[in-house]
């Protein structure tokens, strides 16, 4: 078997998106008739036809077949030379293919697309946009980026001025326009802009055309056209809620302390025993404490030094709240079974740790003072550089939580019953510390650093 093809010499060039017709010549040299397979090979087989894709030849017979290239117009279209083959595969010995090639030159191209998000922007101080600029040629392309205003009344902030675009990939730009003139009362105005996106110049110094993007920033006015109804309405309000005041609910009061004072109250507190309280509050202070009760604020202190009687102030002029309890009377009474406890003191206390990655465990605690008991209502667990490990958080007696420390920076915890550490008691911060974080836009720090901020109060517990 003799089975030989060739293709016509001469440079063939194709663009991305054409596409270009070669002929081939196919020439039987041998004593059989022979059919053949024509199947296009190679890097360009999938952008290659071939028409007839069979071919008869009789011995010492040639034939030819039109083979057509349409390389796609994609990124992924690499420029270049290639190489276009075909494979001759005669049908009655498949094992002895024959191949004719020939080079090809797959030409740049450039392809650019650009969308302004959003078209218009709506803000008193400044109009935030965003260009998203898009590389649709085979070949990196470099744009220059511009913003122009239809008048003077904007400026125009673009970060970055200048972008390099891979093949096939998408980058962004923000466009920011500021108001030359701030409105602080009014309609608003709107500003009409265009970003120019300007290719750089082609290989042989041609200018290739920009891409024009049009938008609009409308500026609003920095006081809202409601703020002077609103402003009217409330003080026209205040002054509504004044008069009733001073002509309704203040007199009324008045009324109210005046009746709750009558000669039988005060003939009651004249007669009672000095002394004899009980929880160190007398029968004199009658008059005060009905009055209080009575109009929701008295007309005297009702309060007295253990005499018995009840204080002069008690007049129906007075606008003093009535307490209605006393000092007690001067013989000493002890405080009677009712009073309450002193209240704890509000209390804070801060754990910190910190330790390299890989060295182990490190603790540090808070021991409650003697004396005292600490009731924990609030926790916050704080990992301000991101660090990796494992932090345990341990009362007497009990593990409180363990966390993880890359899933936190900052959580609280709250706590309706208290937690009750007593005097002596340790509350204990154990951090195992794999990796150091690395917080953002700062040095890499040397170790991890984590703590506890401790929320509540501290109860005597002395009698």
């Known amino acids: 078997m003799s089975i030989s093809g060739s293709f ?70 690499a420029p270049g030379a290639t190489t276009l083959g075909l494979r001759l595969v005669p049908t009655s ?10 080079p090809l030159d797959v030409l740049p191209f450039t ?26 040629g085979n070949t990196p392309l470099t744009v220059a980026l511009a913003a122009q205003g239809l008048g003077e009344g904007v400026r125009f902030a673009l970060e970055p001025a200048e972008l390099t675009l891979p093949s096939g990939e998408t980058k962004l730009a923000r466009l920011n326009a500021r108001p030359a003139r701030r409105i602080w009362r009014g309609a608003p105005m709107t500003h009409s802009f265009q970003l120019l996106i300007t290719p750089e110049p082609a290989p042989d110094g041609s200018a290739r055309p920009p891409t ?9 006015a920095i006081l809202p056209r409601w703020l002077p109804r609103a402003i ?16 309704l609910l203040r007199p009324t009061v008045r009324s109210a302390a005046r009746d709750a004072i009558t000669p039988e109250s005060i003939a009651s507190a004249a007669s009672a025993t000095p002394g004899t309280t009980a929880g160190g509050t007398t029968a004199g202070t009658t008059a005060g404490s009905t009055a ?44 009677g079974a009712g009073a309450s406890p002193a209240p704890g003191v509000p209390t804070t206390a ?34 301000p550089q991101g660090d990796a490990g494992t932090l345990v958080v341990t009362v007497p007696g009990r593990r409180l939580f363990t966390l993880a420390l890359e899933d936190f920076r900052a959580p609280d915890y709250h706590f309706v019953t ?34 506890l901020l401790l929320g509540g109060t501290l109860q005597s517990t002395t009698s």
């Open 8 to 77: 016509d010499e001469g440079a063939v060039a194709v663009e991305p998106g054409g596409d270009v017709t070669l002929l081939v010549q196919v020439a039987n040299s041998g004593t059989t008739v022979e059919e053949l397979r024509l199947e296009p090979v190679g890097p360009c087989a999938e952008w290659t036809t071939v028409e007839p894709e069979r071919l008869s030849l009789y011995p010492g017979a040639s034939g030819s077949a039109q083979v057509r290239v349409r390389p796609p117009r994609t990124p992924g279209t």
């Open 232 to 247: 009217i309405t409330t003080v026209i309000l205040a002054g509504v809620l004044v008069g009733l005041w001073y002509g």
């Open 418 to 451: 208290p937690i009750v550490v007593p005097a002596g008691g340790r509350i204990t911060l154990t951090v195992d510390c794999r990796e150091v974080g690395h917080p953002v836009k700062a040095p890499v720090p040397s170790q991890c650093s984590e703590s």
């Open 212 to 220: 024009i993007l049009d938008g609009t920033y409308e500026q609003q």
């Open 111 to 136: 392809d650019i697309s650009a969308e302004l998000v959003p078209r218009t922007s709506q803000s008193a101080w400044r109009g935030r946009h965003e260009a998203a600029i898009d590389n649709r």
């Open 93 to 102: 010995d498949a094992n002895l293919p024959v191949v004719a090639e020939r």
């Open 292 to 335: 209080g009760s009575t109009a929701g604020s008295t007309a005297g202190t009702g309060s007295a030094a253990g005499t018995g009687t009840a204080a002069p102030a008690a007049t129906a002029g007075s606008t003093s709240a009535g307490t209605g309890t006393t000092a007690g009377s001067a013989g000493g009474a002890t405080p």
């Open 350 to 383: 801060d754990i910190s740790v910190k330790d390299a990655a890989g060295g182990g465990t490190r603790t540090a605690s808070y021991t409650v003072p003697s004396g005292k008991s600490f009731d924990v209502t609030d926790i916050l667990a704080q990992n």
